[in-house]
């Protein structure tokens, strides 16, 4: 199973990504991003790629959580990787809430880390929207960064889950394994 942890968001915050990515979508030139679809929003905690089993991994993320409460996101500015000069990835950055983040990051490194589970351990609070496959207008940078900052949302982050992610001609699907709410 190919699996990462990530956390999901309210339908609200995903119209207004969707929204955002749209416009960026009508400004970046014909196929030159390959956009997230609306349904696969999230920010990912860690990506731990091929594991034949998720038991070990949905115990080490129930217990890394425990006492860890719902909080509110807001959405922020446009942003890329690896620079806006070479964009690689295109992304949404986190405006608030990033703190709560970072902390849930680590609770999950330190619990991975102490479980002997490999990891991808390089988080950086952002949404996804789109993987560059050509070069970009040269004003799409500041058209769509106003636009994402005009539209900012929110969404209240109450759970954390384990994925796996299906590899598919029409693009990933992602299924949640387990799931650990934040009380």
Not at 42 to 59: C, K, M, N, Q, W
Not at 129 to 143: A, E, T
């Amino acid at each position: 199973m190919r699996l990462f942890i990530a956390s999901s968001f309210e339908p609200r915050f995903i119209e207004t990504l969707e929204d955002i990515r749209d416009y960026a979508r009508a400004n970046s030139g014909r196929d030159c991003v390959k956009w997230v679809e609306g349904r696969n929003f999230h920010i990912t905690y860690a990506f731990l790629g091929e594991l034949p089993d998720a038991a070990p991994v949905s115990r080490l993320l129930e217990a890394a959580l425990d006492g860890c409460r719902p909080f509110r996101m807001v959405s922020g500015g446009l942003g890329a990787f690896p620079s806006s000069r070479n964009p690689k990835v295109l992304w949404l950055s986190v405006a608030e809430g990033e703190s709560f983040l970072r902390d849930i990051s680590g609770r999950l490194t330190a619990a991975l880390t102490g479980g002997g589970i490999q990891f991808e351990d390089r988080f950086e609070p952002h949404v996804t929207l789109g993987r560059v496959k050509r070069p970009l207008p040269g004003n799409f940078f500041r058209r769509a960064s106003d636009y994402a900052r005009s539209r900012q949302a929110s969404s209240v982050v109450g759970s954390v889950e384990l994925m796996c992610s299906a590899l598919t001609p029409g693009g990933p699907v992602y299924s949640i394994v387990s799931a650990k709410r934040l009380l």
